[in-house]
Nanobody, 129 residues
Framework: QVQLDENGGGSVQSGGSLRLSCAASVYTESRYCMGWFRQAPGKQREGVAS???????YYADSVKGRFTISQVNAKNTVYLQMNNLKPDDTAMYYC???????????????????????WGTGTQVTVSS
């Protein structure tokens, strides 16, 4: 069973920055997509950013230019650098992953929760005005 552990949430003022990290318990898979989703109270879970092992990186329009998804060295860990945070970014943020062999099956570009079978428990991000 894949475990995903998120860290880095917190409270900041509007315009501030936070960096989230997600460590996966899978170390040997070379084909994967890891993504970040968020869910605010009363709203549906939405995709924020994703990173595919084939090099593809995808962002929701609402975060383009402010958020950056990356991985450094260890392919089992991804980061989400969030800059210029706004109150609308307040949500529980979840890390998710899929390890399907073919990129057309991983659908990393979709940013749809249904395409990701593995999930972390979430980390809260609160942005005050």
């Amino acid at each position: 069973q894949v475990q995903l552990d998120e860290n880095g949430g917190g409270s900041v003022q509007s315009g501030g920055s936070l960096r989230l990290s997600c460590a996966a318990s899978v170390y040997t898979e070379s084909r994967y997509c890891m993504g970040w989703f968020r869910q605010a109270p009363g709203k549906q879970r939405e995709g924020v950013a994703s990173l595919d092992s084939d090099g593809g990186i995808y962002y929701a329009d609402s975060v383009k230019g402010r958020f950056t998804i990356s991985q450094v060295n260890a392919k089992n860990t991804v980061y989400l650098q969030m800059n210029n945070l706004k109150p609308d970014d307040t949500a529980m943020y979840y890390c998710a992953a899929t390890y399907r062999r073919d990129s057309s099956q991983r659908r990393c570009w979709s940013l749809l929760a249904a395409d990701f079978p593995y999930w972390g428990t979430g980390t809260q991000v609160t942005v005050s005005s």
